[in-house]
């Protein structure tokens, strides 16, 4: 089994920057592929952005492409989410999630098999 806990989200304004964590725990993610997604009330949760186990791959949805950035550290059992450019529609509460086998659907929460707690994000206008 592995265990999933993100942090660093919070309170931002507009334009502004976080730093998402996901730290794992109960087996190495080395060779797991990693997203994040977001639920914002009311809204299915949404793909945002996978990177695969050795970074070669990363993949990002429309709409935050060119603000955020996903990234691992295996030796730390740790995957970020860097968001710059914050705006209102990015509130959310994010997710870490890890695929231990990937079947092509990068984009779907039903790839990945292992989920954190999730984390609020809310960036003011």
């Known amino acids: 089994q592995v265990q999933l806990v993100e942090s660093g989200g919070g309170l931002v304004q507009a334009g502004g920057s976080l730093r998402l964590s996901c730290a794992a725990s109960g087996r190495s993610i080395s060779r797991y592929g990693m997203g994040w997604f977001r639920q914002a009330p009311g809204k299915e949760r949404e793909f945002v952005a996978r990177?695969?186990?050795?970074?070669?791959?990363?993949y990002y949805a429309d709409s935050v492409k060119g603000r955020f950035t996903i990234s691992r550290d295996n030796a730390k059992n740790t995957v970020y989410l860097q968001m710059n450019s914050l705006k209102p529609e990015d509130t959310a509460v994010y997710y870490c999630?890890?695929?231990?086998?990937?079947?092509?659907?990068?984009?779907?929460?039903?790839?990945?098999?292992?989920w954190g707690q999730g984390t609020q994000v809310t960036v003011s206008s």
């Open positions: 990177i695969n186990w050795s970074s070669a791959d990363t």
């Open positions: 999630a890890a695929d231990p086998v990937y079947s092509g659907t990068y984009y779907s929460p039903l790839e990945y098999d292992y």
